[in-house]
């Protein structure tokens, strides 16, 4: 009877050894084969947070009979990325991955394996973050569309809300700051998943839209306050940045502020501030007839800018003594290559403070650049660009905009005229005393925001 219970054992013990080796052996298949991948699972997707620029969002793994080491991965793709992909290790059944707003789906692998995708709006949906201009400089009665850029998960409610903190100042319509009146304020961002962003808004009437206005009075000596006077450089800083700085449309934007929003002419000045002048008869001068440090010649703190003078130092519209052989007094201004040598190096370029031409033995603004005579086929070729040159023998202005029958002049010149611009359609170009284009595509390298027209 004993005999036959221990046999009984032993034959319960081979059972349960067939048991955990059939168990063993279907772990070996499964592992190797497709249902583990589908063991490679989520269970949730929360804590969304971020860090600098950069979104996160916790996922939780669905629990597994076998311990192994698992990885996770956000990604656009429907079809699965590469083991060698960056993967995020799971802890605990959770981990932390990189999410951004073109991700749709979630993948997990072990060592061997990529398991099937999981779309990610099924298991959460909303703005992580908003992206937005945080600084916007505007003109009174202005508009500009807000410039924002939310980081999306799934496919959330994208009801976005602006608040002004001064609608005296600054108010939101359609999607649009409009300028109010002179002064800061602040647009309140907000959505639904607690996300806020301020956006600081600045308004001026120091300077109008771009318009030609060869008729606005000249610039007056100490026309604008010290404070004034920052104000309007902050202004022309922020649009050469927008256009960006360093490349040709920032060029451009420097002289159609100049010319176009600045609410004043600056003066024609013989050329009493070059550096280096061309006939070598007198020390060198900075800052008089030809200011070409950035920013505008319009407050007395702009003095500790100057290296040397011989008249002055005076700013932009106050009365100094020129050295022509008249050797008198007038309005201190711009000449035609100090105005364009002024435009370069707010740009972003500094190639020197040079003339446009007869400065004998002396590079001039012309020889920069591809010099091309002005022909009707050059004009209807397209290939002319507003921060392209345009001079003749002994004279250089800057083109400031073309369109398809006209092309946009800006220089200085004669007494009674200073800063100004002139329209010409792409005939009277040809017929006129304009004789060559420098283009100076070479020069700028970078396009920046580029655009023809203003």
Same mark, same amino acid.
């Given at each position: 009877?004993?005999?036959?219970?221990?046999?009984?054992?032993?034959?319960?013990?081979?059972?349960?050894?067939?048991?955990?080796?059939?168990?063993?052996?279907?772990?070996?298949?499964?592992?190797?084969?497709?249902?583990?991948?589908?063991?490679?699972?989520?269970?949730?997707?929360?804590?969304?947070?971020?860090?600098?620029?950069?979104?996160?969002?916790?996922?939780?793994t669905s629990d597994s009979f076998f311990d192994k080491d698992l990885w996770c991965i956000a990604t656009e793709s429907q079809t699965p990325p590469s083991i060698d992909s960056k993967w995020y290790k799971v802890v605990n059944n959770k981990c932390n991955i990189e999410i951004d707003d073109n991700d749709k789906y979630i993948y997990v692998r072990d060592k061997n394996n990529i398991g099937e995708k999981y779309d990610i709006a099924n298991y959460i949906s909303c703005i992580a973050k908003i992206n937005v201009k945080s600084n916007v400089k505007l003109i009174k009665d202005e508009r500009k569309k807000i410039d924002i850029d939310p980081v999306i998960i799934g496919n959330p409610d994208m009801s976005i809300t602006y608040a002004s903190k001064d609608e005296n100042i600054a108010r939101v319509e359609?999607?649009?700051?409009?300028?109010?009146?002179?002064?800061?304020?602040?647009?309140?961002?907000?959505?639904?998943?607690?996300?806020?962003?301020?956006?600081?808004?600045?308004?001026?009437?120091?300077?109008?839209?771009?318009?030609?206005?060869?008729?606005?009075?000249?610039?007056?000596?100490?026309?604008?306050?010290?404070?004034?006077?920052?104000?309007?450089?902050?202004?022309?800083?922020?649009?050469?940045?927008?256009?960006?700085?360093?490349?040709?449309?920032?060029?451009?934007?420097?002289?159609?502020?100049?010319?176009?929003?600045?609410?004043?002419?600056?003066?024609?000045?013989?050329?009493?501030?070059?550096?280096?002048?061309?006939?070598?008869?007198?020390?060198?001068?900075?800052?008089?007839?030809? /200011? *070409?440090?950035? &920013?505008?010649?319009?407050?007395?703190?702009? !003095?500790? =800018? %100057?290296?040397? $003078?011989?008249?002055?130092?005076?700013?932009?519209?106050?009365?100094?003594?020129?050295?022509?052989?008249?050797?008198?007094?007038?309005?201190?201004?711009?000449?035609?290559?100090?105005?364009?040598?002024?435009?370069?190096?707010?740009?972003?370029?500094?190639?020197?403070?040079?003339?446009?031409?007869?400065?004998?033995?002396?590079?001039?603004?012309?020889?920069?650049?591809?010099?091309?005579?002005?022909?009707?086929?050059?004009?209807?070729?397209?290939?002319?660009?507003?921060?392209?040159?345009?001079?003749?023998?002994?004279?250089?202005?800057?083109?400031?905009?073309?369109?398809?029958?006209?092309?946009?002049?800006?220089?200085?010149? /004669? *007494?009674?005229? &200073?800063?100004?611009?002139?329209?010409?359609? !792409?005939? =009277? %170009?040809?017929? $006129?005393?304009?004789?060559?284009?420098?283009?100076?595509?070479?020069?700028?390298?970078?396009?920046?925001?580029?655009?023809?027209?203003?």
């Amino acid at each position: 009877m004993k005999k036959k219970r221990i046999i009984k054992v032993l034959k319960w013990i081979d059972i349960i050894i067939i048991i955990f080796t059939v168990i063993a052996s279907a772990k070996i298949i499964i592992e190797n084969g497709n249902l583990l991948k589908k063991g490679l699972s989520i269970k949730n997707i929360s804590g969304v947070f971020c860090d600098d620029e950069t979104v996160y969002a916790c996922v939780e793994t669905s629990d597994s009979f076998f311990d192994k080491d698992l990885w996770c991965i956000a990604t656009e793709s429907q079809t699965p990325p590469s083991i060698d992909s960056k993967w995020y290790k799971v802890v605990n059944n959770k981990c932390n991955i990189e999410i951004d707003d073109n991700d749709k789906y979630i993948y997990v692998r072990d060592k061997n394996n990529i398991g099937e995708k999981y779309d990610i709006a099924n298991y959460i949906s909303c703005i992580a973050k908003i992206n937005v201009k945080s600084n916007v400089k505007l003109i009174k009665d202005e508009r500009k569309k807000i410039d924002i850029d939310p980081v999306i998960i799934g496919n959330p409610d994208m009801s976005i809300t602006y608040a002004s903190k001064d609608e005296n100042i600054a108010r939101v319509e359609d999607g649009e700051i409009i300028g109010v009146n002179d002064g800061v304020t602040e647009i309140v961002v907000s959505d639904n998943y607690g996300n806020t962003e301020i956006i600081n808004v600045e308004v001026t009437s120091l300077i109008t839209m771009p318009q030609i206005n060869n008729k606005k009075p000249f610039i007056s000596y100490m026309q604008y306050t010290q404070e004034e006077a920052k104000i309007l450089d902050n202004y022309l800083f922020y649009q050469i940045d927008e256009a960006g700085y360093k490349t040709r449309a920032g060029v451009v934007a420097a002289a159609r502020f100049l010319t176009l929003e600045f609410q004043y002419r600056i003066p024609y000045f013989i050329e009493n501030g070059r550096i280096t002048h061309f006939n070598h008869q007198r020390p060198y001068a900075d800052g008089e007839g030809r /200011y *070409y440090h950035r &920013g505008l010649y319009l407050s007395t703190d702009k !003095y500790a =800018d %100057l290296e040397k $003078s011989v008249a002055g130092p005076m700013m932009w519209g106050g009365y100094i003594t020129e050295w022509s052989t008249d050797n008198g007094k007038m309005k201190n201004g711009l000449d035609c290559s100090g105005f364009v040598c002024w435009c370069l190096i707010n740009g972003g370029f500094d190639i020197g403070d040079i003339g446009g031409g007869l400065s004998e033995g002396l590079p001039t603004l012309s020889d920069y650049g591809v010099s091309k005579p002005i022909t009707m086929e050059l004009l209807e070729s397209k290939t002319v660009k507003a921060g392209d040159l345009i001079g003749l023998d002994g004279h250089i202005g800057i083109i400031i905009g073309v369109d398809d029958e006209h092309v946009y002049v800006a220089d200085t010149l /004669y *007494y009674t005229k &200073g800063t100004w611009v002139t329209e010409y359609t !792409y005939r =009277d %170009l040809v017929n $006129s005393s304009w004789t060559n284009i420098y283009d100076y595509t070479e020069i700028y390298g970078d396009e920046g925001n580029y655009s023809n027209m203003w």
